[in-house]
């Protein structure tokens, strides 16, 4: 199912919930309720409980945003040293420099088109992914330069794999879901409370305030699906992508 869809759905769902419960609330109300009358101290708690709530949702977003923006500058990162070897390797001989970068070609055009379905669909990186990094890391550390030239370009090539291998191990941490189940438990019952103190207020059945109330509960669940959306940085709407890596090797989109 497109989370576009997901989204609308969960929108809809929580507009009808508090809806239908405040219509059946005013069918059920006694006669003589008189819903200005309610105590000053639940409107204080709900103001509170409101505000408390909405500081958590921000916090979360927050937190959530940042770990999908480090994960593309993972992937950034990783691309860009790549890259770098690629280039570097210029001033090795013509049967180094060639098989270095083909090196290089084959990794990146793993990552792109089979280690990237991996992570959005089981959360983990490639075996396959590991063993041709490896091979990278040895044809360009097991080479012995010949000229002073070939000298100075071979410990940049050996920090620049370094450097791929490190983005590499960043890229396998941030995989999977980032926020606790705990969390998640929190987010959910905060929700129910906020929604719930609604009717704390004796909402009655005036179009104004259920409107009103639909539309504080639809942004609630938006809410809560973009953090859902941002919480898996490599497999939902809003991943983070591969393009850093096709925009510097072009050659792997065919």
């Given amino acids: 199912m497109p989370e576009w869809l997901v989204l609308t759905l969960a929108m809809l769902a929580a507009c009808a919930v508090v809806v239908i419960i405040t219509l059946v609330r005013h069918r059920r109300a006694a006669e003589d309720e008189d819903p200005s009358e309610t105590p000053d101290v639940i409107e204080y708690m709900t103001m509170w409980i409101g505000v408390v709530y909405a500081i958590v949702l921000g916090l979360a977003i927050a937190g959530v945003w940042e770990g999908r923006s480090a994960a593309q500058d993972n992937v950034r990162a990783e691309a860009v040293a790549l890259h770098e070897v690629s280039e570097r390797v210029r001033v090795y001989p013509a049967e180094i420099r060639d098989r270095i970068r083909d090196d290089v070609n084959a990794y990146v055009g793993h990552v792109v088109t089979t280690e990237w379905k991996t992570m959005a669909d089981h959360g983990r990186l490639t075996d ?39 983005a590499r ?86």
């Fill in 128 to 166: 396959e992914g590991s063993e041709l990094l490896d091979r990278l890391r040895r044809d360009v550390t097991d080479y012995e330069p010949r000229t002073d030239f070939e000298a100075q370009a071979y410990q940049p090539l050996v920090d620049q794999v370094a450097a791929a291998d490190q």
């Fill in 169 to 254: 191990s960043a890229r396998a941490e941030s995989t999977g879901a980032t926020m606790p189940g705990v969390v998640w438990f929190g987010l959910v019952t905060g929700a129910v409370v906020t929604i719930g103190m609604i009717f704390a207020l004796q909402i009655r059945r005036t179009r104004r305030e259920l409107i009103l109330a639909g539309l504080f509960s639809a942004l609630i669940a938006f809410l809560l699906f973009l953090i859902w959306d941002f919480d898996a940085p490599y497999s939902r709407g809003l991943a983070a992508t591969a393009e850093p890596f096709l925009r510097l090797f072009p050659e792997v989109r065919s």
